[in-house]
């Protein structure tokens, strides 16, 4: 290649590089901007926690699973949850705005959501919850029985005394690492190879091709969601102490009305760990799914019109003698 060819190729390469630079730095504006915009830090007695509070009716809290945040959380709700209630949907330690305390147990996680319900004037309240967001939900509904009127749980992750083995992230440890080093490899692949990000939420091309409109719209979305990584890191790094040996559950003493879905094909969190609460907690309705893996995609329709039923039995405060 002659002198004049080189210096062609590399003011190409750089001219590239600058238009990918400033794409990638106008789309973090953005998202940072529209996260900000999108809910606000309430200071509750036990510090301080992110949410995004809509809608009237009876209180549902959500919560997300790993990698989320408010903004996943969000996008559960509009998913799963029906029209009619008040959605408090949190951001878990670690996540976005909230703050990682010292403490980031899923029972230190249950006191600050009972604190967030009392910062909101709420006395009770019904939980949606999925994945990582399970372990909190069921410490809330031990711990603080008398704010919690019924649980929703999807695709539950491990809680002690189920452990990693009950775990089976799409990619090795050092791929997570590098991948979330920082905001701009992912961004990358997000832009330049969507599909290739598609299994590691659980949705290969078999899944995939069954999708509707909204459930393709919801697959994109949380893969979407996931920038900026960097903001999450402090929370994918905590969802670890659900299986710590220090922290004790005890489902059967679980006294809220609880509705567990999980898919038999979900390679992540294994089926049996919900199998386990349905069999374990005394009011649970157990619905198994044969596929739709982690997501549970190909049957949110039917699942939103049963957790509309569910909700509209039990999200209620129960009326007084």
């Avoid at 809910?39 to 990698?67: D, K, M, N, Q, W």
């Avoid at 008040?86 to 403490?103: E, T």
């Avoid at 399970?134 to 999807?154: I, N, S, Y």
């Avoid at 005394?282 to 909700?311: K, M, V």
């Amino acid at each position: 290649m002659s002198g004049r060819r080189w210096l062609v190729a590399a003011l190409a390469l750089l001219g590239a590089g600058a238009a990918t630079g400033w794409l990638y730095a106008r789309d973090m504006r953005a998202t940072e901007a529209r996260l900000a915009a999108g809910s606000r830090v309430y200071e509750t007695a036990r510090g301080p926690v992110e949410a995004a509070v809509h809608g009237s009716g009876p209180a549902v809290l959500v919560l997300h699973g790993a990698g989320g945040g408010y903004d996943q959380g969000e996008r559960l709700a509009d998913a799963f949850g029906p029209p009619g209630f008040r959605w408090i949907v949190v951001s878990r330690f670690g996540y976005l705005r909230s703050p990682l305390p010292a403490d980031a147990s899923p029972l230190a996680q249950a006191d600050a959501l009972a604190a967030l319900l009392d910062a909101l004037g709420e006395e009770r309240a019904a939980v949606l919850a999925m994945s990582g967001g399970v372990p909190p939900a069921l410490q809330l509904a031990t711990f603080h029985p008398e704010r919690t009127t019924g649980l929703v749980l999807l695709s539950s992750a491990p809680f002690t005394p189920f452990g990693t083995a009950d775990q089976a992230p799409p990619l090795p440890g050092w791929a997570y690492r590098a991948l979330f080093a920082s905001d701009l490899p992912y961004w990358v692949l997000l832009h330049g190879a969507r599909r290739a990000l598609a299994p590691i939420f659980d949705a290969p091309s078999a899944l995939r091709a069954g999708l509707t409109g909204e459930e393709a719209a919801f697959l994109d979305g949380l893969m979407e969601g996931f920038l900026p990584v960097t903001a999450r890191l402090p929370g994918l790094g905590n969802e670890a102490a659900a299986i710590a040996p220090s922290e004790a559950y005890a489902p059967e003493s679980i006294r809220a009305p609880s509705l567990v879905v999980h898919a038999r094909d979900d390679s992540i969190n294994l089926f049996e760990i919900g199998a386990a609460l349905g069999e374990t907690i005394p009011e649970a309705e157990f619905l198994p799914l044969d596929d739709g893996g982690h997501l549970l995609l190909g049957h949110h329709a039917e699942l939103r019109d049963r957790i509309a039923r569910f909700l509209e039995a039990h999200a209620h405060p129960a009326t007084e003698p």
